[in-house]
């Protein structure tokens, strides 16, 4: 038996994920009682690819409604920082229906010349032959700077707001927070979300913005909020600030670090960097599956248990926390053939990166994947070469697998 990591740990997963523990719980103990060490009560990890495909299928039975992370919250708790990830339907269909439009693929398809421009102006602004951290300088510029397209906001405004993100996704970080929610006492935040004070920032400044808006329309996603359905439907301001605030905070960072564990596979594999500015783009868009597929960028959602239940052999109780791992599920061998092995040429990557065949299917993967596939042609049409310069570092947090830090060299063309 190997020796299994603590997952309920965020210091683990700045070692990077340990592949080692999920590998020998989807061959021993595929649905595994895991205590918190931190004074929680204990879940379920879910760790092979059909187990978490049926949690995600199974909304009745695993409900999102009591928080999708591991953090237990009392019931005010909840509907104070309730957002779309933590309903179920109806209410959970009904406020994608209102926000979904400018995702959509055809909405999507046509943002591809302005990402195209975004990318370009990151990149042309990295100098030749210097050493730069990869993350702050390239991948973090093109979601921010998309996101102050979607949402209509000024340009000066959002490195403020991409801080203040970060400081929410990275709550577990010294580097991105004062407030780190297992080293200091954020009870005083409690009804916030991500428990954080920045919340409160966040929600005055997208109060101004919506008012703005209120008083003069623009064509932007802020405004196309406001709007009301055929049927007469619309956001309250709780819904509207919650969900501004997911997409300050949640609209940028994975994208970004998706972008970046994409790269530091390629620095490992210079042959097939190469080899991008010759592919179809069929193969371009098979190969950020692979990356999304490999990086597992974010790596468990939970659900609860709504009734006593079996899986795999398993007795759950109602109320149980049932925690689906998708960096184990990603590299399930009984469902990828040598998972380990990073292979564009993946026969029907169906990763669960985005939480396939779920309810919650991400509402930006569409977005997701279109700034991967052009950063990456703009890249090589740019540089001819890539290196690192340094080791990269990673966030501490056993929710999203991040590098914060990527030193690099590059030789333009």
Not at 351 to 366: I, N, R, T
Request: glycine share 6%; with cysteine.
């Amino acid at each position: 038996m190997v020796e299994l990591a603590d997952i309920s740990s965020h210091d683990t997963f700045e070692r990077g994920v340990p592949h080692d523990t999920f590998a020998w719980l989807r061959n021993h103990d595929p649905v595994h009682w895991t205590q918190e060490h931190d004074g929680g009560r204990g879940f379920w990890s879910v760790t092979t690819y059909d187990d978490v495909l049926a949690v995600s299928r199974n909304p009745e039975v695993f409900s999102s409604r009591f928080g999708i992370r591991l953090e237990d919250m009392d019931p005010e708790e909840t509907e104070a920082r309730r957002t779309l990830m933590e309903m179920d339907a109806p209410d959970h269909t009904r406020l994608r229906r209102l926000v979904s439009r400018p995702f959509a693929p055809k909405s999507v398809a046509a943002y591809e010349a302005t990402v195209r421009e975004l990318a370009g102006q990151a990149l042309d602004a990295v100098g030749d032959g210097d050493e730069f951290d990869f993350v702050t300088s390239v991948a973090r510029e093109l979601p921010m700077r998309m996101l102050g397209r979607l949402l209509g906001l000024p340009g000066e405004d959002l490195d403020w707001l991409v801080q203040r993100g970060d400081a929410l996704i990275g709550n577990t970080d010294p580097d991105f927070t004062d407030y780190v929610v297992d080293r200091v006492d954020t009870s005083a935040y409690r009804l916030l979300p991500f428990r954080s004070p920045v919340a409160l920032e966040l929600f005055e400044y997208a109060a101004i913005a919506l008012e703005q808006r209120r008083v003069e329309p623009t064509d932007d996603l802020l405004t196309n909020l406001l709007q009301s359905t055929y049927d007469g439907d619309t956001l309250d301001e709780l819904a509207l600030k919650n969900f501004f605030t997911l997409m300050v905070a949640a609209g940028n960072d994975t994208t970004r670090y998706s972008i970046t564990a994409g790269l530091l596979a390629l620095i490992e594999r210079p042959a097939l960097y190469e080899r991008i500015g010759s592919m179809q783009v069929a193969e371009r868009k098979a190969l950020v599956e692979e990356m999304l597929r490999w990086s597992s960028v974010t790596m468990h959602f939970r659900r609860t248990a709504t009734e006593d239940t079996a899986l795999h052999g398993r007795r759950l109780r109602a109320g149980d926390k049932v925690v689906m791992w998708y960096p184990s599920a990603n590299f399930d061998e009984t469902h990828f053939d040598s998972p380990q092995d990073f292979r564009v040429d993946r026969p029907a990557n169906d990763h669960v990166s985005f939480g396939l065949h779920s309810p919650h299917l991400c509402l930006g993967a569409h977005l997701a994947r279109l700034e991967m596939r052009v950063i990456f042609e703009e890249m090589v049409a740019r540089w001819q070469r890539v290196e690192a310069a340094g080791a990269p570092q990673r966030l501490r947090s056993n929710f999203i697998s991040g590098i914060k830090h990527l030193p690099i060299g590059v030789t333009r063309r």
